[in-house]
């Protein structure tokens, strides 16, 4: 079992970055999927990015496709999002996600592992 916890959120105007990272727990982090998905009050958790095992392999949103980048560093047992060109429609708390599976699925309840969300706010 994994254990997951993101930091980085923050306050920041409209055209920011901000970069979110995600730190695990336990000796097998490099055999797991990874996934950020983000959720306002309301409104069902949505996909954002996630990178395979390897880091190979990355996926995007089309809201975040070329602003957003996802990373993952095995050694250090973290995975990252890097936010650029920040948009108000971003702000929402942002979760990390781990999924045993080889390819990384876009749909949130597919992932049993989660971490505790860091809020991020873009201000216009």
């Known amino acids: 079992q994994v254990q997951l916890v993101e930091s980085g959120g923050g306050l920041v105007q409209a055209g920011g970055s901000l970069r979110l990272s995600c730190a695990a727990s336990?000796?097998?982090?490099?055999?797991?999927?990874m996934g950020w998905f983000r959720q306002v009050l309301g409104k069902e958790r949505e996909f954002v990015s996630a990178?395979?095992?390897?880091?190979?392999?990355?996926y995007y949103a089309d809201s975040v496709k070329g602003r957003f980048t996802i990373s993952r560093d095995n050694a250090k047992n973290t995975v990252y999002l890097q936010m650029n060109s920040l948009k108000p429609e971003d702000t929402a708390i942002y979760y990390c996600?781990?999924?045993?599976?080889?390819?990384?699925?876009?749909?949130?309840?597919?992932?049993?592992?989660w971490g505790q969300g860091t809020q991020v706010i873009v201000s216009s």
């Open positions: 990178i395979t095992w390897s880091g190979d392999n990355t």
């Open positions: 336990g000796p097998t982090f490099s055999n797991y999927a």
């Open positions: 996600a781990a999924d045993p599976n080889l390819i990384p699925s876009t749909i949130w309840y597919q992932y049993p592992y």
